[in-house]
């Protein structure tokens, strides 16, 4: 299998907007635009394709010295459990060796970051309405 990753190209978003609805993230595929202007504001977006297409991404934001927050890490169904999301996190960290990588983790991912070596942190959430 010949895979690449490569940067976010705006053509993407639509096989992005499929593999969020696939993956039941009903907030991103629900508010399309903001979305979009997430991944044009992003400076950690890159896709991991093979012959067929997109098959996963990462989306995220870094500051490039201190920390490396990563919002979203998608893998197709068809293509878990062979590493490709290892491969896209070990990419973008590669690019900012220097920095500390912290993941937003759902009550179903934080199995996969820990048995990838990730040590769980303490955090607070809120948005602008509550």
């Known amino acids: 299998m010949n895979l690449e990753i490569r940067k976010y190209e705006e053509n ?3 096989r992005i907007h ?9 907030n991103l595929v629900e508010k399309m635009g903001d979305t979009r202007e997430a991944w044009k504001h992003s400076n950690i ?3 991991i394709e093979d012959e067929d297409g997109v098959i996963g991404y990462i989306r995220g934001m870094t500051d490039t010295r201190v920390s490396l927050y990563i919002c979203e890490l998608l893998i197709d169904k068809k293509y878990r459990g062979q590493g490709f999301g290892k491969r896209l996190l070990q990419y973008v960290h590669d690019l900012y060796p220097r920095t500390r990588m912290e993941l937003l983790a759902s009550s179903s991912s934080h199995t ?8 769980p942190f303490y955090g607070f959430r809120k948005t602008y309405e509550e």
């Open 12 to 14: 993407d978003l639509e």
């Open 18 to 26: 499929e593999l969020n609805k696939e993956e039941g993230w009903t």
């Open 112 to 119: 996969y970051y820990e048995g990838n070596g990730h040590r």
């Open 45 to 47: 977006a890159y896709v």
